[in-house]
């Protein structure tokens, strides 16, 4: 007995955006699906492929060392123990001038950094926007909806190493921060 599985909804970022800043690729979890490849590349045909990923766990990843303004397509499959499926649907995007750390961050306070067990985000424009952790494999590892121009968000359970602290409003990416998390 095998279970089929089928390719996922991508959701983000939707076909045809531009200027984005932080490659953060998002797409739906399929039933009886156990992981997901992902593929990036700048040609429909996916050929060259720029970025291949198998076996990531999670229906977020930021995607790292693509080029500023340049086009970009994306498609992912969907797998288990019994099968891999087929890539689905292709969406593409326009990258901006991309950054692991924002240029403009002077209003921007993450305290302290390196981080043990938790840390403060301050800026005076942070409420309403979503700040999401990565791992330096592409794994979102934490999300967190912000409602005041500050949050602590507890990072105890996060293991020792380098993050990327995304912070962004309206489903687009507006500042990078580099986080290391110590023990």
Known sequence: ???AVRPP???EPPTGAKDITQAVLTWER???ATSYGIEVSPNAAFNPVV???DNHNDTTILVRGLDNNKRYFWRVRSANEDATGVYGERFSFVTG?????????DDLHVMPNPVTTQCTIRAADLSGAVISIYA???RLVRREDVRENSITMYLADLAQGAYTLVIA???KSAVSYSLTKIQ
């Open 9 to 11: 909804v991508l959701y």
């Open 30 to 32: 399929v039933p009886y």
């Open 136 to 138: 330096s494999d592409g």
């Open 1 to 3: 007995f095998t279970t």
């Open 51 to 53: 970025v291949h990923i």
């Open 169 to 171: 409003r309206n489903g």
């Open 97 to 105: 001038v991309l950054s692991d750390v924002a240029a403009d961050n």
